[in-house]
């Protein structure tokens, strides 16, 4: 079974702290994503990657970056949190075969 | 890039009746086209997917057609039971190393 899994379940924040939320695959996958879900607006994607140290935007990079120095790992680090960030984060990972992404269980952040 | 539409957003039905959830893509290179089921609180989950050389799927009471033409796919529950309530996304990829679009999703209840 592919796990993927992330690091908190609930995360309280003040505005301004930098943020980090880890990501851990153990499938061995090239393509790692986050995504941003909030109520009526779906799956919206911040980052993606395809390798290590590759990085592609999104639909709404704009504050936040991502790291992923291996395989396994990726995460996203929001810079200087604002309110307008809480929201459920989910990572997911994808093999190279043309098949579906598998979700980890979700981060949900409020910044205070 | 890819602008994939989900309707409803969302639906009510009876046990025992059919749920059909609709969604359009914009971008003819997507070949590749999964169903999540997202249950409160978890994470979305694979239910059925088709790729862009088969025009049907089904799997037990859970069926997805897929239109190339017209650039629509859908995703058919027969003989809905109260389990079915979930919120259901639609997404399209144009394969491994490029991202998911996923729908805004749909609010399924089904009514004992």
């Known amino acids: ?112 | 890039g890819e602008n994939v539409e989900q309707h409803p957003s969302t639906l009510s039905v009876q046990e025992g009746d059919s749920a059909v959830i609709k969604c359009t893509y914009s971008d003819s290179a997507s070949n590749y086209f999964p169903w999540y089921k997202q249950e409160l609180g978890k994470r979305p989950q694979l239910i059925i997917d088709i790729r862009s050389n088969v025009g049907e799927k089904k799997d037990q009471r859970i069926a997805v057609t897929l239109n190339k033409t017209a650039k629509h796919f859908s995703l058919h529950i027969t003989e809905t039971q109260p389990e079915d309530s979930a919120v259901y996304f639609c997404a399209a990829s144009m394969g491994p190393g490029n991202q998911f679009y996923f729908g805004t999703g749909t609010s399924l209840t089904v009514i004992p």
């Open chain 1, 1 to 112: 079974d592919v796990k993927v899994t992330q690091s908190s379940r609930y995360l309280v924040k003040r505005t301004g702290e930098k943020v980090f939320l880890e990501c851990v695959q153990d499938m061995d996958h090239e393509n790692m994503f986050w995504y941003r879900q909030d109520p009526g607006l779906g799956l919206r994607l911040i980052y993606f990657s395809y390798d290590v140290k590759m990085k592609e935007k999104g639909d709404i990079p704009e504050g936040y970056s991502v790291s992923r120095e291996k395989k396994e790992r990726f995460s996203l680090i929001l810079e200087s949190a604002s309110t307008n960030q809480t929201s459920m984060y989910l990572c997911a990972s994808r093999g190279q075969a043309n098949t579906e992404a598998f979700f980890g269980q979700g981060t949900r952040l409020t910044v205070v």
